[in-house]
């Protein structure tokens, strides 16, 4: 088990940060809420990779046999996440796509029986919504009085997206204004979208089309 990576923040990404310990490169999945607080953290470091501490989650299952680190600000963080894999139905992927609010607001929502306000997490909708208030309210009273971040607003999730997107377009020789406009040939063919890889290759798609 690996309960916490320390060291460096070097990269943050739209689902993921990278962690470097000691000249290894740690790459960590992590819940939006959280994705937006080390962001911050790189924001104010002026340039200087921060040294952070994520505590993490190891998880390997038979649906997704290949090891993931899963990280966390706190402790209560995680466990929170892990309860909300007790759901059916919900594993480590779709959990972390969803939380894009803190912990405390989430919590809430299942405490107050909010449905509509859950079925508004990304991949989640009218019928997860539910069976998570069924299966968690009442087992999350702690998590709901936390004093976190408070996140409680839906960021733009298509703009995060589009923002890495065009930035591994460019690493693959793109100029911006050519990346721009993959990106927008892409969106206007639709598809599921759900991440910038998925992005990237609807936009490569798109321009080899013409």
Excluded: C, W
Excluded at 60 to 88: C, H, Y
């Amino acid at each position: 088990m690996i309960a916490y990576v320390e060291g460096l923040l070097v990269e943050v990404h739209t689902d993921r940060i990278v962690v470097d310990v000691g000249g290894i490169g740690y790459e960590i999945l992590v819940p939006y809420f959280v994705k937006r607080s080390f962001e911050e953290k790189l924001a104010k470091a002026n340039g200087k990779p921060p040294k952070v501490k994520v505590v993490t989650l190891y998880r390997v299952s038979a649906q997704n046999p290949k090891p993931e680190l899963i990280g966390f600000e706190t402790v209560d963080e995680r466990i929170f996440f892990e309860k909300l894999l007790t759901v059916s139905g919900i594993g480590a992927s779709k959990a972390a796509k969803a939380l894009v609010y803190s912990v405390s607001t989430v919590a809430k929502y299942i405490e107050e029986n909010d449905v509509d306000q859950l079925a508004r997490l990304p991949g989640f909708g009218r019928r997860t919504a539910e069976k998570v208030i069924a299966e968690l309210r009442g087992k999350v009273l702690k998590e709901a009085l936390l004093a976190d971040e408070g996140f409680a607003d839906l960021p733009s999730l298509d703009q995060e997206i589009d923002k890495e997107a065009i930035e591994v377009l460019r690493r693959l020789g793109f100029s911006q204004t050519e990346a721009k406009a993959a990106i927008q040939a892409a969106r206007k063919r639709g598809g599921p979208i759900e991440s910038a890889e998925d992005l990237v290759q609807a936009a490569l798609r798109a321009q080899a089309r013409g």
